[in-house]
Each structure stands twice: as C-alpha cells, then as structure tokens.
C-alpha cells in the first residue's frame, strides 16, 4: 500500500481497505497470482485536509478482469473518502534494521503511526527503533520473494 503524506510518498504496514471488504463486500475475490501479494491488489491513498481518501486500486478479480477504484465506486473514480477506516496506519522509515520474511514483521529505523477515526486524522505520532548498521537497505521495501503459482492458478 502506498501513502502520500505531507509531500512524501511512503510505504505502508496496514491494509485500511480490508476492513471495507469485510463489512461491505465480503464476497468480492482477487486474484491471489503470487505469494509476495496474497490480498491481490495494491491501493494508493493520501491524507487531504486530515481525511484519508483512497485514490486507485491495481489488480484484478478472480477470474482475471481488471479492478480499477471506479469498478467498486463508480460514483467515486477519482477517490472516495475513506469513512470506513478506524485504527492505525503504520509507515515504516530509514534503514532495515532486522528483516522478517513474512507480513508486516521486519523492524526499520522508525516507525510513523497515524491515527484515524472514521477516516479522520486524530493523531500522529513517531516510533524510533535505534540505527541500523552500516550498509543496511534503505527504506521499506520487500526484500526478496518467491513466485509460486497458487493451487489452481496458472
């Protein structure tokens, strides 16, 4: 997932569009085509005016028809608030400092939380994790993963 956030475009350790899948359509299926992208699709966001708006998704339902923000929210194409989200967005930033292989695990220089409630910014705020050493890849990013065909999946 990807924030742009005060001029910066950052990674992010959160899927805020999960919880709108449970609530409201839970019976929507993407194509889970490799194991580095189990949810099957990629969503860009961005905080306008303390409000936290989805602006596009990338990827395709089961079957291989592509998903677009206007195939879900038509009457939204080029963004619908995200009034649904409540809970913390976590940005991972600076150096790797231990890598995980798997979720939202590894541990970077620090960490930006912000917090929502109703898709409303109410906080925000910074967790530091210590230095990385010398060498260590910067930003977040995935360090290496496997292409394996899903069963079923070609």
Same mark, same amino acid.
């Given at each position: *997932?990807?924030?742009?956030?005060? %001029?910066?475009?950052? +990674?992010?350790?959160?899927? @805020?569009?999960?919880?709108?899948?449970? /609530?409201?359509? $839970?019976?929507?299926? =993407? !194509? !889970?085509?490799?194991?580095?992208?189990?949810?099957?699709?990629?969503?860009?966001? *961005?905080?306008? *005016?303390?409000?936290?708006?989805?602006? +596009?998704? +990338?990827? #395709?339902?089961?079957?291989?028809?592509?998903?677009?923000?206007?195939?879900?929210? $038509?009457?939204?194409?080029?963004?619908? =608030? &995200?009034?649904? =989200?409540?809970?913390?967005?976590?940005? @991972?930033? %600076?150096?790797?400092?231990?890598?995980?292989?798997?979720?939202? &695990? +590894?541990?970077?220089? *620090? !960490?930006? /939380?912000?917090? =929502?409630?109703?898709?409303?910014?109410? %906080?925000? #705020?910074?967790?530091?994790? %210590?230095? &990385?050493?010398?060498?260590? @890849?910067?930003?977040? #990013? /995935?360090?290496?993963?496997?292409?394996? @065909? /899903?069963?079923?999946?070609?």
């Amino acid at each position: *997932e990807i924030l742009r956030y005060q %001029g910066q475009e950052l +990674s992010m350790c959160t899927c @805020p569009f999960n919880g709108y899948l449970a /609530i409201t359509a $839970p019976k929507i299926r =993407f !194509d !889970d085509f490799c194991s580095a992208l189990w949810r099957g699709y990629v969503g860009t966001w *961005e905080i306008i *005016e303390g409000r936290l708006y989805l602006l +596009s998704l +990338s990827g #395709s339902y089961d079957g291989g028809k592509e998903l677009s923000l206007a195939s879900l929210f $038509p009457d939204y194409p080029d963004g619908v =608030f &995200a009034h649904w =989200f409540t809970g913390q967005i976590r940005c @991972p930033r %600076g150096k790797l400092i231990n890598y995980v292989h798997m979720g939202y &695990a +590894s541990v970077y220089e *620090e !960490d930006l /939380i912000l917090e =929502f409630k109703a898709g409303v910014l109410v %906080g925000e #705020s910074i967790i530091e994790h %210590g230095k &990385a050493r010398d060498g260590a @890849p910067e930003g977040y #990013s /995935i360090g290496g993963y496997a292409n394996y @065909p /899903i069963k079923g999946k070609s």
